[in-house]
């Protein structure tokens, strides 16, 4: 089955300790990238990747840090959380060269205290 | 600065009525997509437009792609409670290579009562 699959799906810390979340894809994209979704702010890109080694800044990269060393997983870091990256986030992977839609996996609830 | 406005934003209905939600923009998009997200999951892909002035049917749902490709339309006929979802559209612009540009916007949450 085609997915997108994220890990943990909750996860409840405290600021300033490291973690990261995990996404995997087992559709052979190119395409992946990491969003946060917020009350009143809709979804908001974090990073993306365009392939192997390839990583660039979204609309909201700050306190947050990605790495593409295989193309099937796009693992992202938060090394000193804080409060206000508490959000639900998102993985999703895509082709390239249009139509570019999305495949998303089924989300991280973070809670930092 | 938002690029993609969606209206309304939140929708309560009876089972049964119409509806209609739309995605403004002043940018062309190379594609246009909507999304159903339920709670707890990720968004789902319901539909890609890509040629202006394109309309797909879904069942009961319609979408549009404006002439112009800056706008799309959702219509829903004889809404059901298995309707009821946050609803996205996304617009999609390439950027050069294989980059592109996803914006989305903020999303229409859909009650439709029994």
């Known amino acids: 089955e085609a997915q997108v699959t994220q890990n943990p799906r909750y996860l409840i810390t405290v600021t300033g300790k490291k973690l990261t979340v995990t996404c995997s894809q087992n559709m052979n994209h190119e395409y992946m990238s990491w969003y946060r979704q917020d009350p009143g702010l809709g979804l908001r890109q974090i990073y993306y990747s365009m392939n192997v080694e390839v990583t660039d800044k979204g609309d909201v990269p700050e306190g947050y840090k990605v790495s593409r060393k295989e193309k099937r997983n796009f693992p992202l870091i938060l090394e000193s959380p804080s409060p206000n990256q508490t959000s639900l986030y998102f993985c999703?992977?895509?082709?390239?060269?249009?139509?570019?839609?999305?495949?998303f996996g089924p989300g991280t609830r973070l809670t930092v205290t | 600065t938002q690029l993609l406005e969606q209206s309304p934003q939140f929708l309560s209905i009876q089972e049964g009525e119409n509806l209609t939600v739309y995605c403004n923009s002043s940018s062309v998009f190379s594609s246009l997509q909507w999304y159903r997200q339920e709670p707890g999951e990720g968004p789902v892909l319901l539909v890609t437009?890509?040629?202006?002035?394109e309309v797909k049917k879904l069942k009961r749902l319609t979408f549009q792609f404006g002439d112009a490709r800056k706008d799309s339309s959702l219509h829903i006929t004889a809404a059901q409670p298995g309707d009821t979802g946050l609803y996205l559209c996304?617009?999609?612009?390439?950027?050069?290579?294989?980059?592109?540009?996803?914006?989305f916007g903020k999303g229409t949450l859909l009650t439709v009562n029994p």
């Open positions: 437009v890509v040629t202006g002035g």
């Open positions: 999703a992977s895509s082709t390239t060269g249009g139509p570019y839609e999305q495949y």
């Open positions: 996304a617009g999609a612009m390439a950027s050069g290579g294989s980059n592109y540009k996803l914006t």
